[in-house]
């Protein structure tokens, strides 16, 4: 099968048109269609049959005698990596983003869910982000770490096997307490 630089201009223009039809409708796009919709400048017979050549070539194939095409796997990967233009963000999209991810980044589910905003608001789909349900685990061994004088890194080790982290601050003072034994008291 050819390589997708082997491809024409035409049938490049033809498979972009038919693969965007595909997406936005999810039904076969007939040569009509992408004639009226796209104006490539040729009659929809010349899009039939360049559509017929990337049947051929394993870009597109068509359910039935009289059904427009479909995309195979093949087509959407030449879509994806050689047709499709991303513009960049506009600045007010871009802005958009900033504000939303702004705020409060030390709640984990609060990353995520705005994680899941913004997804959706680039990609206009839906996003689902799931944080791992921490609540109902038990701890099982808790280990104090001093990092500075004034700063300890407690390590959670959870039943799961999930370890968790915090960053503490304590009174220099406080540090002079044995960290093994205030671990030892409280595991």
Do not use: C, W
């Not at 076969?28 to 992408?34: D, E, F, R």
């Not at 919709?37 to 070539?57: C, H, Q, W, Y």
């Not at 995520?112 to 061994?141: C, F, K, S």
């Not at 104090?144 to 601050?169: A, D, H, K, M």
Request: hydrophobic share 45%; charged share 20%; glycine share 4%.
């Amino acid at each position: 099968m050819p390589a997708p630089d082997q491809l024409s201009e035409r049938e490049l223009r033809v498979l972009e048109a038919v693969v965007q039809t595909y997406i936005e409708t999810a039904e076969p796009a007939g040569s009509q269609t992408i004639a009226r919709r796209f104006g490539l400048g040729v009659s929809p017979a010349t899009i039939r049959n360049t559509m017929s050549e990337l049947e051929d070539k394993g870009y597109l194939f068509h359910p039935h005698t009289s059904a427009g095409r479909i995309p195979t796997d093949r087509a959407y990967r030449v879509y994806v990596n050689a047709i499709m233009r991303l513009a960049p963000p506009s600045s007010q999209v871009q802005e958009a983003l900033r504000s939303e991810l702004a705020g409060s980044r030390n709640a984990v589910d609060e990353v995520l869910r705005r994680a899941a905003q913004v997804l959706g608001v680039l990609t206009q789909e839906l996003g689902v982000a799931v944080a791992p349900a921490l609540d109902d685990l038990l701890l099982e061994r808790l280990e104090l770490v001093p990092v500075t004088s004034e700063r300890l890194l407690l390590v959670f080790n959870l039943r799961s096997g999930v370890v968790r982290t915090i960053f503490v601050e304590v009174p220099a003072r406080s540090m002079s307490v044995p960290l093994a034994e205030v671990a030892r008291v409280l595991n």
